[in-house]
Every structure is written in C-alpha cells, then in structure tokens.
C-alpha cells in the first residue's frame, strides 16, 4: 500500500487573532494556502502574502486541498462551517482531512467526526495554547485527538504554528485536554492577580517581583507574559473574557457531566464574568485583574 502524498495544499477557515498569524506561519512554511473568512477583509493581509481567497467553506473544499483547518468562536459556528448549506461536508471529496483548532464540546466533537467519517473525511481536533504570542512565534502547545494516521500525516502542518504537538489519543480527547488547560490557564491567571495584588499592597515593585517569581517555583506563562500587562494597564486582547467564559462552560459540562467538583475554577469565572457584567467582556483575559481591583479597594496602575 502507497502512503498517501505529503500535505502540500491546504485551507485556512476562520482569520481572527489566532487564524491570521497561525494561517500566516503556513504561508511562511511553504504550504499552499487558500483561506475562508466570513469577513472577507480579514482574509486581505494574507492574500498579500500569497494565500487565495475562496468565496466560502463550500468553494474551499470543492478546490480539493489536502487538509482544511478551520479556527471559529464556538461548536455551533463549527457545525455550520462543517455542515451549513454551504458548508465544507457539502462538497468535501473523500480522503480530506479537518483540523479543526477551535475550542468546542468534546462530545460535540465526537459526533462531527462520526458524520464527516460517513463521507470518507476525517476529523482531527487539534486545538491551541500559548495565545497571541504563541500563535504569532510558531510556538504553540497542540493537543491533538482523532486517528493516529491522520495525525501523522499533519505533523509537519502542526511543527509549522507550534512546537509542544501531542496525540492525546481518539477523537475528543484534544479537545478534553485544552478543557484542562483552560482549568490551569484561568485559575493560575487569577492567582496571579491576587500575587500582584500583594505585591503591591506590602509595598513592593510589582514589575521586580514578576521577574524573581518567575525565576522561581512561583513561576508561570501568565505571570511572565500577563503579569507586565496588568502592571502597565495593557488590556488589549490575545484572548477575550468573553472567549474564556465560553470555554468555562464547556469546562463546567465536561465536569459535571463527571460528578467531578472544580472550586478554584468556579471562582476564577465568577471573577471573570463579574468584568464581562461590567462590559469589558472583549478586553484580553488579564483584565481578571479588574475583579481583584474591586476587592481590594485599589488599582494596579497608579493615575498620576
């Protein structure tokens, strides 16, 4: 038996902050790219680059690539790109492969690889971590569920926008994996606010401390990366609240559905949904820090 050819064309569906720059690492890599965004001039700076531009999911399938990679807010926006009218399984021939780098329902997961399996198409779901940064360096953790094969054959896609890439095993168990991740991401995020917090009621420069803390145990990619943001008063989004209050409630699903209690987490996203209610629900997730700042009575960046 051939093995199948090298993936050497392939689509690009959803262009926000983590599409555009992950989509833009494949363009950099050599891969052939043809790109989907349902505002389509968010497509621009990567036809600039030497992507073509298809008219929809549909007409990016029908123009064969080897893999489609599709990087959308929610599993309902996944089933439409997937299974709309003028969706990807419309016109999508046997043996493609679906990369689908959102953050979604491991459940929900489960059952688009069954449908997409009953035309021959196969769904790895690969989603990210490392943010903004991450997806901007190449340097991001990809945790990946579906066949062993189809992974296989994406490795040198997945080495193209990260560096940490893992086969968690069947399909779901990617998306189970970044549920994890979001558990550690948020209630980390709001233990670092608390530090930050302290830091600044004793007295200390804050900035200092970030730098000592993160040289030792107390260490972590949110104090290192996130920490100097709140300090500096930069809200400015790689992730949106509003993004991770949807990847809590799939956390809370997965976990309830298993008996299984989260307290720190519960309270990392009263903490966040308490700034969304505020209306900063689109700021980047270090904007926690504005939670803290209530109960604490005081403000991370002194006004002059």
């Known amino acids: 038996m051939t093995s199948p ?9 959803g262009l926000g902050i983590m599409g555009s720059a992950m989509a833009a690492n494949l363009i950099k890599a ?20 030497g992507a073509t531009l298809a008219a929809s999911p549909a007409d990016l399938a029908a123009r064969k690539p080897d893999v489609i990679c599709v990087n959308v807010t929610d599993t309902p926006d996944v089933e439409a790109v997937l299974f709309g009218a003028d969706g990807i399984a419309s016109k999508a021939a046997p043996g493609l492969i679906v990369v ?3 953050t979604i329902s491991p459940v929900a997961t489960q059952d688009f690889a069954a449908r ?3 035309q021959g198409v196969t769904l790895l ?13 190449a340097t991001l953790s990809i945790m990946v569920g579906g066949p062993e094969d189809a992974f296989v ?47 600044q009621k004793c007295g200390l420069d804050v900035r200092k401390m970030i730098q000592v803390v993160s ?10 990366n996130l920490g100097p943001r709140i300090a500096g008063g930069d809200m400015a989004p790689g992730f949106m609240i509003d993004l991770v209050l949807k990847d809590l409630a799939i956390v809370g699903d997965t976990a309830r ?31 926690i820090s504005q939670a803290v700042e209530k109960l604490g009575h005081f403000t991370f960046v002194k006004k002059d």
């Open 5 to 13: 050819a090298p993936v050497a064309h392939v689509g690009y569906i």
């Open 30 to 49: 050599g891969f052939k790219l043809t790109v989907w965004n349902r505002t389509a001039a968010r497509a621009q700076p990567l036809v600039a680059l």
């Open 100 to 102: 689908d780098h959102s």
């Open 116 to 118: 997409l399996a009953k």
């Open 125 to 137: 779901d690969a989603p990210v971590s490392g943010g903004d940064v991450g997806a901007r360096n």
């Open 153 to 199: 054959r994406c490795k040198p896609l997945f080495e193209a926008m990260g560096k940490a890439i893992t086969h968690m095993g069947p399909s779901g168990m990617g998306q189970a994996c970044k549920a994890c991740n979001q558990v550690a991401v948020s209630v980390t995020l709001l233990g670092v606010c608390e530090a930050m917090a302290l830091a």
């Open 215 to 224: 040289a030792g145990a107390g260490g972590s990619w949110q104090l290192a």
């Open 257 to 287: 559905a298993r008996m299984l209690p989260l307290p720190a987490t519960a309270m990392a996203e009263a903490c966040f949904r308490s700034v969304a209610a505020a209306g900063s629900g689109r700021l980047g997730t270090q904007a």
